[in-house]
């Protein structure tokens, strides 16, 4: 006998090898798509009514992939090598996968054209339900199938809201909604228009499932869970988000639904009716809800904000009115205010167009009273900044803080930054500071408040007009 | 008569007919029936892959524990991942929009994809670890020596390309593991910057800078790094492995087989790998052996010492290697069928992946990296590559060669290296991990410092001093050699731990992947 050693390793090696290329051919030919391919057509033929019904079931090609392939999107859908009786209205009230499509969809959407993964999303490429569906992280893949109560954001991919309308869909359509009317545009950019204290939202929905934190998620870690999560919650999902909003069950399922439909243009124009699905807001009012009322509110009241950690300020209430003219107001919402969360909106840095900004300023002054109060009359000469400190240091700077900077727990706004410096006329300021404003806990200095002069009001407003210069820190 | 020629004409087509098979076996085999020892022989010299064998192999080759199979069952490796690579070629589309897919493809719809591309990836994974144990058998062996020290040196340059072949196929699959492996080779091959960087010469001379351009083809991985990369890994480095590894096959006949310790003493237990040598004679008295080199000038085969051991390679040696074969592809076999290779999300130019890793056989140098991308990126692996290069040269005891740490010495150095290396490299990095490195406690330290002074430098430093320590003490250069290449490779093993288990995000310290913050 030949080497007792090498021959039992080779005789058994062979085994093994023989065993599991045995194995492989098996799990080849009995994987997930071939089980639901023959399951479907013996499905068929059991149930069939007619002779003739039973020969075509009996025709059903099996054990074959079935795809589409998009060759203008590089894409190849393979769901229907499972959900096989995608297009048979025999499935109308089947069980998954072999369920006919629901609706009325694939008459105008061709199968052929459109495939599945151009509205539901997954991985097309893959032939097994957990890779297909892209369910899971370890599946490594972005996309993973929309979930059915989001589904209509695919639809606005294509569609424009009239159209949706019509048709019922209405989650979308009450998103896209909420998003103009809670104000999102005043922080988060699209199509380049709105602020910039949020992230900008154009082609959100199609970021990679990295750029979303999901320390806090609760359930699936799905970028579908974290939109809807953070508009019930923004800070248990980002414990850093300044976002102000707080959305609950209905109202968040719409707005993310909203969202998933700010995918990155990735259809070619032959696919689509549309270019974006977002409402064109022409009037004031429109125009303040959506890009003003997401910190100001309805600008009635001034109110403290917890998360921004400062009060904004009221702004179309008659008490601020009065004392503030259109030019002055423009300055404000131009510039915004540098050391605040009020953002430049002039038409460069925001997108907004002038013809629209001109509307939301005769939005907010729509209430202006007729009755102005009479004008001050401030003059440079002869101011004494040194008395301006001292009254400055007493009255003051409890809100304004003794540097001028606000913020921080106190009441004031920042004066030292350069809208009130430089684009603010003194006379404005003194105005203020004469009569107060209403509804602001900014009081009246003047005989009948406080009861400062004129003389002195004068001398602490050419002492805040040097805060500007000032180094402090 | 002219009918009975006409007959035998036939008859003679007919009996060609007949024996056909014979006759076509012969031409093909250029021998007849394997009946004698003669003809045992002549298999061997005379068919083209055989023959780079000798016709006699000593039993001490034949014995499992002394080879372990490693340097066939690289071999058997390689061949396998050529097979299995020529299958996903057909498939592969190296282009930046289609390499995904067709990878995924592969996974997806071929028939067999899956496993084909597991058994390719596992195999040249496999590969690296066979060629490093394989490496470190020769060395414990002391079988660089000999006239051997060059196919040492070629083994090393086997070694280096393993790794790149691994490397470059793991660039190819244009996943997210893949973009950023080339974003961290690029930056390895960038970083002689930082060296011409602190004395003001980059716009001069940017080693460094073309380094990388040649590499990615551009400034950024692209559609041109991925072709160069492409055409590395499916032809440059397949045919120069080729080649080397056919010369050191070569070489190693040329040396007359594998060594063998000279006090070599048949046991019984050698029945059971091959058939005793017989003593009866045949054409082949056990006094002499032949060599098919007698024309040659210079050194011919070293064929002619401890003949008496020796037995005919054919079947002995084939049979070993038949079934050294067969366990290799089963183990990848069944490795392959229960664990998938790995791929990642589609190549995110914007999305790093924190950690961004490299492949797990370069984690130990990344740790190094971590410290200084120059030092540890550059001169510490070239100076690893040359520190192996050079021990035949450095090392000319030819005491105990063939024997297992040449010694009792030799055993008491390796445990001694094996003990002190594994505690001082823990402390090591148990330090700077606890307590950070120059640039924490100095953040204007000039960076040169660092290049020249980090825990990895410091590190290769002490194994060095060890090693002369251990000549000096034991008077031997072999001690030393010991002592040095068991302090490396205990050094690889724990970076390479370090970098692949205990680094999470931010390249920070985890005990395991488990205590990663969550994304």
Redesign the interface.
């Known amino acids: 006998m030949?080497?007792?050693?090498?021959?039992s390793?080779?005789l058994?090696?062979?085994l093994?090898?023989l065993a599991?290329?045995g194995?492989?051919v098996n799990r080849?030919l009995s994987n997930e798509w071939h089980q639901h391919q023959s399951q479907y057509k013996e499905f068929l033929i059991k149930n069939a009514k007619s002779e003739a019904a039973r020969k075509r079931a009996e025709g059903i090609e099996t054990g074959a992939?079935r795809q589409i392939y998009l060759s203008s999107l590089?894409k190849?859908d393979?769901c229907m090598s499972c959900h096989m009786g995608l297009e048979n209205p025999l499935m109308a009230s089947g069980n998954l996968p072999y369920k006919q499509h629901s609706g009325h969809y694939l008459q105008t959407h061709a199968v052929a054209k459109f495939g599945c993964t151009v509205c539901h999303f997954g991985?097309g490429?893959?032939?097994?339900m957990k890779?297909a569906h892209g369910m899971g992280r370890d599946t490594?893949?972005?996309y993973p199938i929309i979930p059915f109560k989001y589904i209509q954001s695919s639809c606005a991919i294509c569609h424009d809201v009239k159209m949706l309308e019509a048709e019922g869909m209405h989650t979308v359509v009450n998103g896209e909604r909420l998003f103009r009317e809670k104000g999102c545009r005043g922080c988060h950019k699209l199509g380049g228009v709105g602020g910039d204290l949020g992230a900008a939202l154009d082609g959100v929905a199609s970021r990679?499932?990295?750029?979303f934190?999901?320390?806090h998620v609760i359930g699936d870690?799905t970028a579908y869970n974290w939109v809807k999560q953070h508009f019930e919650d923004p800070r248990g999902i980002v414990p850093t988000s300044e976002m102000k909003v707080s959305l609950t069950g209905e109202e968040a399922d719409q707005l993310t639904t909203f969202i998933f439909t700010l995918r990155r243009e990735e259809l070619p124009s032959n696919y689509k009716l549309i270019k974006n699905i977002t409402v064109q807001a022409t009037d004031g009012a429109s125009l303040f809800k959506m890009y003003c009322s997401g910190c100001h509110g309805t600008g009635k009241q001034s109110i403290y904000d917890e998360v921004l950690d400062r009060t904004i300020p009221a702004i179309t209430n008659s008490a601020f009115l009065r004392l503030i003219d259109d030019y002055s107001l423009k300055s404000i919402i131009d510039a915004g205010r540098s050391g605040t969360q009020m953002t430049a909106w002039k038409d460069t840095a925001s997108g907004l167009k002038e013809k629209e900004l001109a509307r939301i300023i005769e939005y907010v002054a729509e209430n202006r009273p007729t009755q102005i109060p009479e004008p001050f009359g401030y003059n440079k000469e002869n101011r004494d900044t040194a008395r301006g400190k001292t009254l400055y240091e007493q009255r003051c700077n409890f809100c304004h803080g003794n540097d001028g900077r606000g913020g921080g727990r106190k009441l004031g706004i920042n004066l030292r930054n350069s809208t009130v410096q430089n684009l603010l006329q003194s006379e404005f300021l003194a105005k203020t500071v004469l009569y107060g404003r209403k509804g602001t806990p900014m009081p009246s200095f003047g005989a009948e408040g406080e009861g400062l002069g004129n003389q002195e009001i004068a001398d602490v407003i050419a002492y805040v007009k040097t805060l500007g210069k000032k180094k402090t820190r | 008569m002219m009918n009975g020629l006409n007959e035998t004409g036939l008859a003679k087509f007919k009996g060609n007919l007949i024996s056909l098979k014979d006759s076509f076996l012969e031409s093909f085999l250029r021998n007849g029936k394997i009946t004698s020892d003669k003809s045992r022989a002549a298999v061997m010299f005379n068919n083209f892959f055989l023959h780079v064998q000798g016709v006699k192999t000593h039993l001490n080759t034949?014995r499992?524990n002394y080879t372990f199979g490693l340097g066939l069952i690289s071999l058997f490796l390689l061949l396998i991942a050529f097979a299995s690579g020529i299958f996903l070629m057909v498939y592969y589309n190296p282009s930046t929009?289609?390499a995904f897919?067709t990878v995924?493809?592969i996974n997806?719809?071929v028939?067999?994809g899956r496993?084909m591309r597991n058994i390719h990836k596992w195999s040249g994974e496999a590969m690296i670890i066979a060629v490093f144990l394989h490496m470190a058998r020769v060395f414990y062996t002391g079988s660089y020596a000999k006239g051997r020290q060059f196919n040492w040196v070629i083994g090393i340059g086997l070694l280096v390309l393993t790794c790149i072949l691994n490397l470059t196929g793991y660039m190819l699959p244009w996943?997210?593991l893949s973009y950023w492996a080339m974003v961290i080779v690029s930056n390895i091959m960038n970083s002689p910057k930082e060296i011409t960087d602190i004395f003001g010469i980059t716009q001069y001379f940017d080693i460094g800078g073309f380094q990388k351009e040649l590499f990615l083809g551009g400034l950024n991985p692209g559609q041109e790094s991925l072709t160069r990369v492409f055409l590395l890994h499916i032809i440059m480095l397949p045919s120069i492995i080729s080649v080397v590894v056919g010369i050191h096959f070569w070489r190693i006949r040329k040396d007359g087989g594998l060594t063998r310790p000279e006090n070599f003493e048949p046991m019984d237990t050698d029945?059971?790998?091959?058939?005793p040598p017989s003593k009866k004679g045949g054409i082949f008295p056990t006094y002499k052996t032949y060599g098919l080199m007698e024309l040659a000038r210079g050194r011919t085969p070293a064929v002619d010492n401890d003949v008496e051991n020796t037995v005919l390679s054919w079947?002995?040696t084939l049979?070993?290697e038949?079934?050294?074969f067969?366990?290799t592809?089963?183990v990848i076999?069944?490795y392959a069928?229960y664990v998938d290779a790995p791929?990642?999300?589609?190549a995110?130019a914007t999305?790093p992946e924190n950690p961004a890793k490299a492949p797990w056989y370069f984690l130990g140098f990344q740790e190094l990296v971590s410290y200084s991308a120059f030092m540890g990126g550059i001169v510490l692996p070239t100076m690893g590559v040359v520190g192996l290069l050079l021990i035949p040269y450095l090392d000319r005891e030819e005491q105990n060669v063939g024997t297992w740490f040449s010694n009792k010495q030799g055993v008491w150095v390796t445990l001694q290296s094996t003990i002190l290396g594994a505690v001082g490299l823990i402390g090591v990095l148990a330090f700077s991990i606890n307590f950070g490195w120059f640039r924490n406690w100095w953040p204007e330290i000039p960076q040169l410092l660092i290049v020249l002074v980090n825990p990895g430098s410091i590190w290769v430093g002490f194994i060095i001093v060890w090693s002369l320590y251990t000549i000096k003490r034991t008077g031997s250069t072999r001690m030393g050699a010991i002592a040095l290449f068991t302090m490396a490779m205990v050094t690889y093993v724990i970076l390479t731990y370090t970098g692949t288990e205990l680094r999470g995000p931010n390249w920070n310290f985890y005990w395991s992947q488990s205590q990663w913050?969550?994304?």
């Open positions: 030949h080497s007792r050693f090498y021959l390793l080779l058994i090696s062979a093994f090898v599991y290329t194995l492989a080849e992939i590089n190849a393979r991985q490429r893959a032939t097994n890779e490594f893949w972005d990679p499932l990295h750029y934190p999901m320390a870690r | 034949l499992p929009s289609n897919n995924k493809d997806f719809v028939s067999g496993l996943d997210q029945a059971s790998y091959a058939l079947p002995n049979i070993a038949l079934a050294v067969m366990m592809a089963a076999l069944v069928f791929l990642k999300e589609l995110n999305l913050p969550v994304h």
